[in-house]
């Protein structure tokens, strides 16, 4: 073989049955979840926050990064950290979940990065208000779609690329992004984007470009790979789709009990058992959820947290649940101030987008 | 099913083309390794530093820990954090493994924490010395082994336990372990450890117990489930077998180039290609590393950095590569001042431990 297209080929469904691949074992070793008991944290600490990288984490350095603005602005501008520091500092807390939280849990299963469930973290991330560097740069009135690029370079079925994100003008603006360089109070680690990132609250992951170094605003709508082909849901490959944006509902339980270390399978004394766990939603602040210890047969309202200032952030819910002797299935779902109520059982799609299947998790009381 | 035991069974083995399992996956995606390009750090950020959770990472707070030291001592002791502090304060830079590191690419493939290469860290340890802390408690003539148990509760194969590792008091004293409350000069992360964990130079991470709440001197073999059950290398079921002690040499190089999204192949331009890693053992100093680029016929001595005072660290090494078109394999090896050589391939063991089979990295280079 000598092309990269021969070794970079479109992803596939796994057969029936089939077991998960050395490709997929590859990036579950790489790339990782939450465990669920980081659930107990209200902010995620760096290291139990999922990640997600593309392709390598470039080396950078904060020192001599330079972040381009430019395209159909009234005045291109390069900002160093220094200067960028002096322009502001907002915080914010944000629920990040990846596009594909859920994927190996399909049928069938679409091959890509082989999360399930826990693909998840909320951070305080500080940084200035992209709308403010807009401003400050002045939008022409020809800019229609604002394009991020990081600085981290691979290859997907064929295409080289800097790993490139596009969101509408309306989006950047409206949806509260902000270009930051600390996470949880301390710079970024590497693997979150060190030293600059962008963090786009209320959207999957995949939007929130990190080692940004440049935002072009274009005069026609972006479509690059990872808009226009990778993140899009589609039942099949001729279908058009629709592109993946903002989160939907969830609700995950802290698995109650100790676990066994091969099957993690749960186990908890009869009495009183209380459950706990978060939900969230990108679309609106999330106002009920509702808990089943019977697999879904009877439904229990969960007590929730006060909503913070950050809506989109998770929010913590509780219930108190008696447990009896024997085997329990514990399902949880979330329902948001928008209408949207998380589904028992997703609808399939190809790239493995979005799936906010409720959880499930088996518990033997003793 | 009714009982735990049920639900915790032996582990087995992958049958012949056996793909990863959804219980090997589930351990996948809550533990982590350290993505390779992690290498370029001297001192590994925690987010990146691998990780392996038994069971469930335990809800802990610093402000009420106490840490109990008793058994075959002159005066039992119990100590809180701030205690602790004032005995001292001595920083180690120590590389850890996990025993496990490299059992998902064995055949067959014992079937557990499937791990490829990547289980690996370096992080600069704060604590104090446990030998100090012996010595405070007085060691009583009849101590034998010093046993470790953490708050992390869970179950393997039938058996409730609380983590527990036992090191002879000769090793306990010898290796230089400290009881750490810092990593990388921050509280330790959750799931590293917080508030206090034991750190041993030189072992593989399971000696090094997590939210350590117990140091107990007992007067004979210790003869717990980690020590003599799980951790030991065997070839088969009936096989007594031998435990699994210090990390066993081995290099690892940072991927070059850059990488295809799904089958992580790397791509890389002709021309000089500077080829950079690190090397290390848990016997003694690495004292050599040798890289080949034609798939092991050839070898090319590396070039060391110096040794730095934390003589069980990884050393980095580097090598300049003239890369030609085509597709290349890469590997290296790793030899220690003990007289270990790390070898081309591993010999399989039932547990998939100590796997220091050498690196290969397939290339295109274009």
Not at 180 to 191: F, H, R, S, T, V
């Amino acid at each position: 073989m000598d092309s990269i297209e021969e070794f970079s080929v479109r992803g596939r469904l796994a057969d029936t049955g089939e077991g998960i691949t050395a490709d997929e074992l590859q990036l579950a070793a790489r790339n990782h979840g939450m465990p669920l008991e980081g659930l107990r944290y209200d902010v995620t600490p760096p290291g139990l926050h999922y990640v997600l990288v593309h392709y390598d984490i470039p080396a950078t350095n904060a020192g001599d990064w330079r972040l381009e603005l430019n395209g159909c602005v009234e005045q291109p501008l390069s900002f160093g950290l220094t200067e960028l520091r002096a322009m502001g500092r907002r915080t914010i807390r944000v629920t990040l979940e990846c596009a594909g939280n859920g994927r190996a849990t399909l049928q069938p299963r679409p091959i890509s990065q082989p999360w399930l469930q826990e693909a998840v973290g909320t951070a305080e991330w500080t940084g200035v208000l992209l709308s403010d560097l807009l401003r400050l740069a002045g939008i022409r009135e020809d800019a229609v779609d604002v394009v991020f690029t990081g600085a981290d370079r691979g290859v997907e079925r064929g295409v080289v690329q800097d790993y490139q994100r596009g969101l509408s003008l309306t989006e950047a603006i409206d949806s509260g992004a902000i270009v930051a360089w600390e996470m949880n109070g301390g710079p970024l680690p590497p693997q979150h984007g060190y030293p600059l990132r962008l963090v786009v609250p209320g959207w999957y992951g995949m939007a929130s470009v990190k080692w940004l170094r440049s935002i072009e605003l274009i005069d026609h709508e972006f479509d690059g790979f990872q808009n226009a082909v990778a993140y899009v849901i589609r039942q099949n490959l001729d279908d058009p789709g629709r592109p993946v944006t903002r989160i939907e509902p969830r609700a995950l339980l802290m698995p109650p009990g100790f676990p066994d270390f091969m099957s993690r399978h749960r186990f908890v004394a009869a009495g009183t058992v209380p459950l706990f766990g978060r939900a969230w939603s990108g679309w609106a602040p999330i106002e009920r959820v509702e808990v089943s210890t019977d697999a879904g047969v009877n439904w229990h309202e969960a007590t929730l947290d006060a909503l913070g200032n950050d809506e989109l952030a998770w929010r913590a819910f509780a219930y108190d649940w008696e447990a009896t002797p024997g085997e329990h299935v514990l399902t949880v779902r979330a329902y948001d101030a928008s209408g949207r109520e998380q589904p028992i059982e997703a609808e399939w799609n190809r790239g493995g987008f979005s799936n906010n299947t409720a959880q499930r998790i088996t518990v033997l009381v003793t």
